[in-house]
């Protein structure tokens, strides 16, 4: 009989402490997307490449250096092409004009954290890459601010918009 209470004192404590660190892994989970969120202003809906998250985070704020491809400094393509390096391993186009090779294109109401976005600023050729984040922000390299979160709505750059692509695997 004692046999059978300490089994199920067992049975019981493993419950209690497995159903625990699923809630403490949750709260976890909800604090990295709250620290993050807050970190590049935008709201993260919770399902986000975490390592993608966290990458982008680290390159906020790294200067602008045209035909550069470091935390040192960095242009639009630069940063795009380093950051699929670090994060997938997947090495894409240097420009901004080839990137569009690495894509299939999608609509602006289907973009996921890490899909591409295509300006055509300073001709008809594609001359601006970005990154999506969430909440219809994006993530890219600027020439006066370095690399910036900035809204889809901007006017500017919904002015110049092209097209968005996922970046084939």
């Known amino acids: 009989m004692k046999t059978t209470h300490l089994l199920k004192f067992v049975i ?5 402490a497995t159903l625990s660190s699923c809630s403490t892994s949750r709260k976890a989970e909800r604090n990295f997307y709250a620290v993050y969120s807050q970190k590049l202003g ?28 470091s935390k040192r400094g960095t242009d639009c393509s630069g940063f795009t092409s380093q950051l699929y ?3 997938y391993g997947k090495k894409l186009h240097r420009s ?26 300073e001709s008809r050729k594609v001359s601006h890459v ?10 890219h390299a600027t020439t006066r601010k370095g690399v910036m979160v900035d809204d889809m709505d901007n006017k500017y750059y ?7 692509g996922r970046v084939r695997m």
């Open 130 to 139: 970005a990154v999506y984040i969430a909440d219809n922000k994006f993530i």
């Open 158 to 164: 919904s002015k110049y918009y092209f097209k968005s």
């Open 42 to 69: 935008v709201q993260l809906e919770g399902n986000e490449d975490k390592d993608l998250i966290k990458a982008m985070a680290s390159w906020k704020g790294v200067p602008y250096r045209y035909g550069a491809a």
């Open 96 to 121: 901004s004009k080839d990137q569009v090779k690495d894509v299939r294109y999608i609509s602006k109401r289907n973009l996921k954290a890490g899909d591409l976005i295509f300006f055509k600023i």
């Open 85 to 87: 390096q670090e994060v």
């Open 12 to 16: 019981i404590a493993l419950s209690v």
